[in-house]
């Protein structure tokens, strides 16, 4: 993956350790132009708020005219959700889940 265009990895770092990290692509909706930008991983301890800057810039200059984002983990959804719109995104739809054994 790295090294590919559309791309990147953004690390957090803090006192030499690793606080946070997001993966992220810039690709085309299937059913428009429209290029997106989203995260395939996002985990942050601490600097969340720089990891979401820093993908919002590079996802600006990739051409991307939107942002999509997702929250996999289950629990506390509530305060995921109070934070992502401190961060500026808002709630487009939602996610089903179902174990397999």
């Known amino acids: 993956m790295l090294g590919r265009p559309g ?3 953004f690390i957090a770092e803090q006192d030499d350790k690793v606080v946070g990290i997001l993966v992220a692509m810039v690709d085309q909706l299937l059913w428009s132009r429209t290029l997106y930008a989203t995260d395939i991983v996002f985990l942050a301890d601490r600097q969340g708020t720089e990891l ?33 719109q401190t961060q500026g995104l808002e709630r487009t739809g939602g996610m089903f889940m179902e174990k397999l054994k």
């Open 52 to 84: 979401i800057q820093a993908f919002r810039q590079w996802a600006k200059e990739a051409g991307a005219s939107v942002i999509l984002m997702g929250v996999t983990e289950a629990g506390r959804e509530q305060a995921k959700e109070r934070w992502f």
């Open 7 to 9: 791309f990147e990895i």
